[in-house]
């Protein structure tokens, strides 16, 4: 069984005019979920930089749990790139509702792209 590395339950004040969850919303939470991936990978201070190739699937309503499942991706000489799918449970089963690719850059207390320092293993 896979473990998200969120989920949340969306209320109506997430909603757009069509009574539906605003995609912004959604984008808010994959950021994070995004960030607490990139943070198995380093200690260190990271920002989002990019986010590529957003594919909104299917909407999400009012009261269904939604998980987002995370991957990295790529670690490069300053960014980790982290793959996230967004399903909620319908039915028997979960439903992808999104996806996207997220990359995040190491930045040093004045905001410039650092080296990368991968956590150590245990």
Do not use: W
Not at 42 to 61: G, I, S, Y
């Amino acid at each position: 069984m896979r473990d998200p590395a969120i989920r949340v339950i969306l209320l109506p004040k997430d909603t757009n005019s069509r009574g539906t969850i605003f995609g912004g919303i959604l984008l808010s939470h994959l950021d994070l979920a995004g960030a607490v991936e990139a943070a198995k990978n380093t200690n260190q201070r990271f920002v989002t930089v990019a986010l590529k190739e957003v594919v909104f699937k299917h909407p999400v309503h009012v009261g269904e749990v939604v998980s987002f499942y995370t991957s990295t991706k790529r670690i490069g000489h300053t960014s980790i790139t982290v793959i996230v799918d967004v399903e909620v449970v319908r039915g028997d089963g979960e439903v992808k509702v999104t996806e996207a690719e997220v990359t995040y850059v190491c930045v040093n207390a004045e905001g410039r792209p650092i080296p990368v320092v991968l956590k150590e293993r245990r």
